[in-house]
């Protein structure tokens, strides 16, 4: 299935596609694959050969590793308008390192990954865009390095939450599963349990199913710049 006028409108506003001149862009298009994912369906195994690079359009996207015992670490979720697996372009082996799946009903355009390649060593711009993208990300990760071994659970939980509090509201409506957040963060479903209920002892959080009402946000933000 091609992608629609309103995809293609979203596609283009992808930093992977900023820099590309109005014929490279089509003829990308031309070759792209529209996937719409049912909740819990898979869109690659970890290990599979490199065929296209994605942008998810709409839902949320699991990326997630199994350990040698089958234990499962995600590894990061992307929300719409976000791309992903762009990054295994310059790994050797073009293998995906990850698994990907579909946290609820998604629609993800598939982008030819060899062609995309080409397109970058014949324009600077285009290569510049995806430096700069890639910058962003390794940012991203230093800081999570940063957040998994410097600081405690409870650490991570309580940047998390602040860092996606909603604008309209002191809270946080979880679009994931509880589980999945704990993976997220590197820790394990019940220590997320145990976490979120003491800080609710301390009047600190409300839980309400997947909705966790910030009713001390100060004293959350003194508990954030006590462990920095």
């Not at 970058?120 to 991203?140: E, I, P, Q, T, Y």
């Not at 800081?143 to 309580?158: G, I, K, S, W």
Request: aromatic share 6%; charged share 20%.
């Amino acid at each position: 299935m091609k992608p629609d006028s309103l995809t293609l409108t979203r596609l283009r506003r992808s930093p992977l596609f900023h820099a590309l001149e109005h014929e490279q862009f089509n003829a990308l298009v031309e070759t792209a694959r529209l996937y719409t994912l049912s909740e819990g369906e898979l869109l690659f195994r970890q290990g599979e050969p490199l065929n296209e690079i994605f942008v998810n359009v709409r839902g949320l996207i699991k990326l997630f590793r199994l350990t040698p015992n089958g234990d499962e670490k995600v590894v990061d979720i992307i929300n719409p308008g976000n791309s992903f697996a762009e990054a295994v372009l310059f790994m050797g082996g073009r293998q995906y390192p990850v698994y990907a799946l579909a946290l609820k009903p998604s629609t993800v355009i598939g982008i030819q990954a060899l062609q995309y390649e080409q397109m970058l060593r014949a324009s600077v711009d285009l290569c510049f865009g995806m430096m700069g993208l890639m910058s962003r990300r390794m940012h991203w990760l230093l800081n999570e390095v940063d957040r998994l071994t410097l600081h405690n659970a409870t650490f991570r939980l309580v940047i998390w939450l602040l860092e996606n509090r909603s604008t309209a509201g002191p809270g946080v409506t979880l679009s994931i599963p509880k589980h999945v957040l704990a993976s997220r963060l590197s820790i394990k479903p019940e220590t997320l349990s145990r976490i979120l209920k003491r800080l609710t002892d301390q009047g600190l959080l409300e839980v309400r199913d997947q909705h966790i009402a910030l009713l001390d946000v100060s004293a959350l933000e003194a508990m954030a710049r006590v462990e920095t």
